[in-house]
């Protein structure tokens, strides 16, 4: 009886082996290589979206005043900032993503402010506002943008000051910029 059912198991487990070798699943089957436009098959050559994904370091627009140098006193540093853009189609789907990243900007509860961040297009003369931002201790701040669209048509990106209760749609002052590389 104790050899009997494992016996019935082993028995039972290579009926099913013998079923898919006879059926020709389990066996090494040849599939063609296939190179070329014929390998995808969504495939449109004639599609081409470009694909915008770039670092931009930006630049100020004013220094910060020494207060001396030796004992007591700091050397120059200048506001910095950084910003990676994004623009791609998945599946025919358009996103984008903005990511900048800030430091030595003033402290938004010292200047009692805020900072905005702008897409320029200079053909147009158009800005898109992406929203605002404030700063902690050391002018570090993190902003991030992302929406269901393009943003092949910019070549600017800029850093604007404003008032903490802003009711002006126009830009501030120029804090940082940057410029935008057009998409290959």
Same mark, same amino acid.
């Given at each position: 009886m104790k050899l009997l059912v494992p016996a019935l198991l082993i &028995? &039972?487990?290579?009926?099913?082996v013998? +079923? +898919?070798?006879? !059926?020709?699943? +389990?066996?090494? =089957?040849?599939v063609p290589i296939r190179l070329g436009v014929s390998r995808v098959s969504n495939y449109e050559p004639r599609l081409h979206l470009s694909t915008l994904n770039q670092f931009v370091a930006l630049q100020p627009t004013y220094s910060v005043p020494t207060l001396g140098v030796g004992r007591g006193g700091a050397s120059n540093y200048h506001p910095r900032g950084s910003a990676r853009v994004r623009s791609v189609a998945s599946y025919g789907y358009p996103s984008a993503q903005v990511t900048l990243k800030t430091k030595d900007l003033?402290?938004? =509860?010292?200047?009692?402010?805020?900072? !905005?961040v702008w897409l320029i297009d200079s053909e147009t003369g158009y800005r898109l506002s992406l929203g605002t931002f404030t700063t902690q201790q050391g002018g570090v701040a993190d902003f991030r943008y992302v929406a269901d669209t393009y943003l092949n048509a910019y070549d600017g990106i800029e850093v604007t000051f404003e008032p903490l209760d802003d009711v002006d749609i126009t830009p501030g002052p120029l804090i940082l910029y940057g410029f935008i590389k057009p998409p290959e």
């Amino acid at each position: 009886m104790k050899l009997l059912v494992p016996a019935l198991l082993i &028995l &039972l487990l290579s009926i099913s082996v013998f +079923a +898919a070798i006879s !059926e020709g699943i +389990a066996t090494s =089957a040849k599939v063609p290589i296939r190179l070329g436009v014929s390998r995808v098959s969504n495939y449109e050559p004639r599609l081409h979206l470009s694909t915008l994904n770039q670092f931009v370091a930006l630049q100020p627009t004013y220094s910060v005043p020494t207060l001396g140098v030796g004992r007591g006193g700091a050397s120059n540093y200048h506001p910095r900032g950084s910003a990676r853009v994004r623009s791609v189609a998945s599946y025919g789907y358009p996103s984008a993503q903005v990511t900048l990243k800030t430091k030595d900007l003033p402290s938004s =509860a010292d200047v009692r402010g805020q900072f !905005e961040v702008w897409l320029i297009d200079s053909e147009t003369g158009y800005r898109l506002s992406l929203g605002t931002f404030t700063t902690q201790q050391g002018g570090v701040a993190d902003f991030r943008y992302v929406a269901d669209t393009y943003l092949n048509a910019y070549d600017g990106i800029e850093v604007t000051f404003e008032p903490l209760d802003d009711v002006d749609i126009t830009p501030g002052p120029l804090i940082l910029y940057g410029f935008i590389k057009p998409p290959e």
